[in-house]
């Protein structure tokens, strides 16, 4: 499968704006690209979809099944395209049971890794940590090295003669910039629809990826992959409903593309709406869906958004369909506490109070199982990450039980309410088989 892995050995390596510029390059010398990324991240898609102008598919080795992994890889890269994924975390980094790392995802695909080295305070010392990574396991093949954050010319005369020692192509320099650091907040980097100049951001990584970057080893190497026999139609999860109306803006936007493209494949006809710009769900909409985002910076436009509001509560009392993950499961609640301890209004249909204000890590990957009356039937994996919590609930069904990957016992999760349920699950993908 013709394809990069873009990795790091640890994160804050550079590894997302690398591959911004990498992917705006790319298409400007005309080839064409199937972006990606790797593990549960529902930000760093858009601004590779920015960069690329085609749609980001996570690919998650932990939370997905290795069929589906190759079917969606097969899939995006319709066309001959060529995958640039960029990895998580470092390339040997995995989820708590150790497993789910970048590596196994680029033994999945058969992708050759670039490495991201963070070189600002390391001169010859590059050549052993380079060298450790590309030796670690057999069956990843490290292909070259871009230095990132180089402080000069002989700076980086004393890196490409170490890494020449080992033998390990360079395939691009990238000064120190502080005009390259992009801004972040509590769940990761400020979204890309959020970024006023964006467009500059990335042509300006472009243009610092390519002043020394040989493309055409890159290219070269990325046309060197395995190929990997993979059926379209597999077993995907089923879409919630014939017609699924689906909340999309920016306090809506943490919605996996691989989910939906299932749902497509599934026959799902999916709408979008933006209950920011105060507009209601498709009327003629089966189901509704409200993804995961930031609605606790929105809270005070989205409790006075009276069209969402009165569209929501009409679709519940036919009877529709109505699921939210994270940030939709506390709008579908009572109320919102914000950050400054202040309760906004929310659409009542769940009973349960979130609150920002009184902020705790939850993070880390899940299997959940559908309890009686779940419109789910099967086990599933997941991701939850908030710093929300929950400081009051009334009476409902539980919607899930839930284990971490270590297979501790989390008790049972989400709430349900007829046909309206939510959780601070992220739903990835069917459970893989036992054994």
Not at 5 to 16: M, R
Not at 108 to 117: D, E, H, K, N
Not at 229 to 247: F, Q, T, Y
Not at 408 to 425: E, F, I, K, N, P
Request: hydrophobic residues 45%; neutral net charge.
């Amino acid at each position: 499968m013709s394809g990069l892995l873009i990795a790091a050995p640890s994160s804050g390596a550079g590894k997302t704006t690398v591959t911004l510029g990498l992917l705006r390059a790319l298409r400007r010398r005309g080839v064409a690209v199937a972006p990606g990324k790797a593990g549960p991240d529902y930000i760093d898609p858009a601004f590779h979809a920015a960069a690329n102008g085609t749609p980001c598919l996570n690919f998650d080795p932990w939370a997905m099944r290795p069929e589906l992994i190759l079917a969606n890889a097969t899939l995006h890269r319709s066309g001959d395209r060529i995958l640039v994924i960029e990895a998580m975390m470092g390339l040997f980094d995995g989820a708590a049971d150790g497993k789910g790392t970048a590596a196994d995802l680029a033994a999945q695909l058969g992708l050759s890794v670039v490495l991201v080295v963070d070189a600002s305070r390391m001169s010859q010392s590059v050549a052993p940590l380079v060298s450790g990574f590309a030796g670690f396991r057999a069956d990843v093949r490290v292909a070259g090295v871009i230095l990132n954050k180089v402080g000069s010319e002989r700076h980086e005369a004393m890196l490409r003669q170490a890494l020449e020692a080992i033998r390990m192509p360079v395939i691009a320099v990238i000064g120190s910039d502080k005009a390259l650091a992009l801004p972040e907040r509590h769940l990761g980097l400020v979204q890309a629809g959020e970024h006023a100049t964006l467009e500059h951001f990335i042509d300006h990584a472009a243009d610092a990826v390519s002043e020394e970057c040989n493309f055409e080893f890159l290219l070269r190497t990325a046309r060197q992959g395995l190929n990997r026999p993979s059926a379209a139609n597999i077993d995907r999860l089923m879409p919630i409903g014939a017609r699924v109306a689906v909340a999309r803006d920016v306090a809506f936007a943490f919605s996996y593309q691989h989910m939906l493209l299932g749902w497509r494949r599934r026959g799902a006809d999916i709408s979008f709406f933006s209950p920011l710009a105060d507009e209601a769900p498709a009327a003629d909409a089966d189901a509704i869906y409200l993804p995961g985002g930031y609605p606790e910076l929105h809270a005070g436009r989205l409790s006075q958004a009276q069209n969402f509001r009165a569209g929501m509560l009409d679709a519940a009392a036919r009877g529709i369909r109505i699921y939210g993950e994270c940030g939709g499961y506390m709008v579908l609640g009572d109320g919102l506490i914000d950050a400054e301890g202040r309760r906004h209004e929310m659409l009542g249909l769940l009973p349960v109070v979130t609150s920002y204000a009184k902020r705790r890590r939850h993070l880390g990957y899940r299997r959940v199982t559908p309890l009686d009356g779940a419109f789910f039937a099967r086990t599933m994996t997941a991701h939850e990450f908030h710093y929300s919590t929950v400081v009051s609930e009334g009476e409902g069904n539980r919607l899930f039980t839930a284990q971490d990957a270590l297979g501790t016992d989390l008790g049972a999760v989400g709430l349900r309410r007829g046909q309206v349920a939510g959780s601070y699950m992220h739903l990835i993908d069917l459970a893989k088989a036992a054994g």
